[in-house]
């Protein structure tokens, strides 16, 4: 049997991130240019296998400078490091308690990260297209993958956090066979 293979649906899927900013508040922010390769049975969650590649130029805090200051040397090194890559290793637990362990390459380091999640479930929509969800996160530390950038606050404390939040909200499709739509 052909492993089915699932389309990102981008207007409903999100990859975000969060970090402390100041040692008071916290920084959101997202990628909105990204590639997804997902195939596997979702009614089986152990079969699935995953490679996404998130393009950094696509970072997204609503802030146009800090983006820019995010993508440069300082920081992510876009022009070196044009991508962030994970790709799954395993997936096990239940529906209600996902554990996704991939390989995640930020500016060219390879470290195993574990996202903790839950299954949305499968349907079919109403174009006849099967469709599954799922959310999941996990926090890295941003100094393990040279992301080192930093700035010492006069009262105390640096500008931003170690700990890097990732979050992942997923909705893929399968497109009906060919075979099913000329019946």
Same mark, same amino acid.
């Given at each position: ?15 975000? !991130? ?96 574990? !996202? ?50 990732? !979050? ?16």
């Amino acid at each position: 049997m052909e492993e089915q293979k699932w389309t990102v649906d981008k207007v409903h899927s999100s990859i975000e !991130f969060s970090i402390r900013h100041m040692m008071i508040s916290t920084v959101r922010g997202k990628f909105t240019d990204y590639d997804a390769e997902i195939t596997g049975n979702p009614d089986d969650l152990k079969s699935m296998k995953a490679k996404f590649v998130i393009k950094v130029t696509s970072i997204n805090t609503g802030e146009p400078d800090r983006d820019n200051h995010l993508r440069s040397d300082d920081i992510m090194a876009m022009s070196k490091y044009p991508t962030i890559t994970f790709v799954t290793k395993k997936i096990s637990g239940t529906p209600d308690d996902l554990t996704i362990t991939g390989d995640l390459t930020i500016k060219g380091i390879t470290k195993e990260v574990t !996202f903790k999640g839950e299954y949305g479930g499968k349907l079919k929509d109403p174009y006849g297209n099967q469709r599954f969800g799922l959310t999941a996160s996990a926090a890295i530390n941003r100094s393990d993958f040279n992301v080192k950038w930093n700035m010492v606050l006069e009262g105390g404390g640096v500008m931003l956090g170690e700990k890097v939040n990732l !979050f992942l909200q997923l909705e893929a499709f399968a497109p009906i066979a060919q075979k099913e739509v000329a019946q």
